[in-house]
């Protein structure tokens, strides 16, 4: 495995890059300049329910990519056969060129390709330094033949100490290490496997909706590591509710309804896409009041709209400008 | 009633091989239950398979005792590997049914006339640890507590061996292997999701576990000199359970803190009632009847020990694995 903390062989910064992701056009499975994922026909049915239909799909290399759609869309799915914890019925798919569908779900994390999951999974019952330590790869000390001699897998136990320390302390997390996961309020267990993918030091991070829960104060700096972890060169596809996150990080939007995708694009455009506001009105039927851009646009929007949204959540999607743009026109005429 | 010999009779439980024994396969149900969350209903199982391996091995096939001994480990890794194979990709209640199971029909096959010659059947066998006696040091006479050298000797080999692997388990549990188990205990997903061979790690648990449980059986029957199936019973399975709940599941003196307690409560419990019916001041039950009654009263010191410290006596309830 090559070391996946460089800024890329090109010496480009990932941070700065403005260079299109996609070739062409941005339609829904457009191919990109420089895929890490790639994959093609990938179906999952439960029963009667095809939760996943997914005919082409390529994921951007350094890039920060979400993927969105209501509940049910079937991102969840998507994450477990991407990364072997579920079987498709067919598909197949590439991570970095190799071929990686049938694969254990251990060999795609060992390959670089580490995901987090949308119900937490902490062991309560260990520490939290000991949950970090559990994420690092490399350890002599987790074979059995080598466990009884702590000379032989002590100085790599430091290093991992080491590496879990820095990113504890990053995620606001280092006063806790000696605390068990189970003490952990919901958003810092959160925080706690976003970390502990971490230590596996992956090539792509998967999030399952990493925000859900975690404390609106500690939200700006997770954002922050987030774009941080791009510019580490990692590449980071996330799964996320709220449109402010999705719009603040996102370099491109994946949108998928009813297990299919439904719209691509840089977020701005994205959010704009007529297919994605439909997508959104199908299945939303939660408002948050409480937040008072919400509420604006939410006027905006009825104001600009005989069939009004009120209701959804849609309103949150939609980019101001749009709705400006389409305001004025309304009072042009 | 003499409360002094009673007490007496009680302590010197502590140190039998049989609690030696029951010690050594609670500790295995340890490595599997309490560090790696796998459900072994059938520890007998492992135990009768490593003292048959020996004391068939011994008397129909004459090997040397060191020889036996490696056999009985093999068959108990064999046995493992039979169980896991197939069990330890599903869910973890495919192995408590199988492992369960499995027991039992190692009981049956035993006990099966047809294999008579090789396995003694119901009678079982004997005389199969003459050249492990031949290693004892001890000259003749009598030790302390009124121990022959047999006696003594051994109980020295017993807890040796019971320090052996409750100091190697402890090494291991300690370790980054460990941590890997303990993590599988808790969610094997997450464990997998880091890039770790959850399934590897399992079986290796249950091999291990299953190892100490052979070499448990091996401590029953050396100083007994014989083997008998009915010793292997599903029984025998929930009492090391009762030890290892006792003792707390978790640690590695759990086991054999809660094997101590155990017979001594048998003991203390037997000889207390036996000593009241005796001298009058019981009349309602017989001596056979309060056999039957201290397992009832173990059942419910079991409960209540489920109640009030559901962790065992060394247990640390932050890592109670069924909480
Ligand atoms: N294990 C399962 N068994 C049956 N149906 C499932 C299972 N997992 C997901 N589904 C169904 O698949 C669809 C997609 O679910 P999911 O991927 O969790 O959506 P999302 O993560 O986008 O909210 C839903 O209709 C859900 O009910
Ligand atoms: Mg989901």
Known sequence: ?333 | MDFGNILSLALGEIATPTTAAYALAALGLAVHFGYSGLLNFGQAGFMAVGAYGFAISTLTFKVPFVVGLLISLLCAVIFALLLGVPTLRLRADYLAIVTIAAAEIIRYIVTTNTLFRITGSADGLSSFQREFDSFNPFPAGTYIFGWSNRDLYVRVVSWIVVILCVVIVWLLMRSPWGRVLKGIREDENAVRSLGKNVYAYKMQALVIGGILGALAGLLFTLPRGSVQPANYATELTFFLWTVLLLGGMSTVLGPVVGAMIFWVVLSLTQNLLAGLIESGAVTFISIVQAGQLRFILVGIALMLLMVFRPQGVFGNKKELAFA
């Open chain 1, 1 to 333: 495995m090559s070391t996946p903390n460089n800024v890329g062989n090109d010496n480009i910064d990932h941070m700065t890059d403005t260079r299109a992701i996609a070739v062409g056009e941005n339609l829904p499975g457009c191919k990109k300049r420089d895929p890490i994922v790639v994959a093609d026909n990938v179906t999952r049915s439960f029963g009667g329910i095809t939760a996943v239909d997914v005919e082409h799909l390529e994921i951007p290399r350094h890039k920060i990519t979400a993927l969105i759609g209501p509940n049910g869309a079937g991102k969840t799915t998507l994450f477990n056969l991407l990364t072997g914890f579920d079987t498709p019925n067919s598909g197949a798919w590439t991570f970095e060129g190799n071929n990686i569908a049938g694969v254990s779900s251990y060999k795609v994390a060992r390959m670089g390709m580490v995901r987090t999951f949308q119900l937490t999974k902490v062991m309560g019952k260990l520490t939290v330094m000991e949950n970090m330590r559990l994420g690092a790869s490399k350890q002599p000390g987790e074979r059995l033949s080598k466990a009884l001699f702590k000379n032989i897998w002590g100085a790599r136990e430091r290093e991992i100490t080491q590496q879990a320390e820095v990113l504890l302390k990053k995620f606001k997390l280092d006063a806790k290490k000696d605390d068990y996961a189970a003490s952990l309020s919901g958003g810092q267990r959160k925080l706690l496997e976003m970390a502990r993918s971490l230590m596996v030091q992956p090539k792509l991070v998967m999030l399952d909706e990493p925000m859900a829960g975690v404390n609106p104060a500690l939200t700006q700096s997770l954002l922050d590591h987030i774009k941080n972890l791009k510019a580490e060169g990692m590449t980071v596809l996330f799964v996320e509710h709220d449109m402010n996150m999705v719009r603040h990080i996102a370099d491109w939007v994946v949108v998928m309804a009813e297990g299919r995708i439904v719209a691509e694009g840089p977020p701005g455009e994205v959010m704009k896409d007529p297919a994605v506001i439909d997508a959104y009105l199908g299945a939303h039927h939660d408002v948050d009041l409480g937040d008072a851009e919400g509420i604006r646009e939410l006027e905006a929007e009825l104001e600009a709209d005989e069939e009004s949204i009120v209701g959804t959540d849609a309103a949150g999607m939609i980019a101001p400008e749009a709705v400006e743009a389409h305001l004025e026109e309304e009072e042009g005429k």
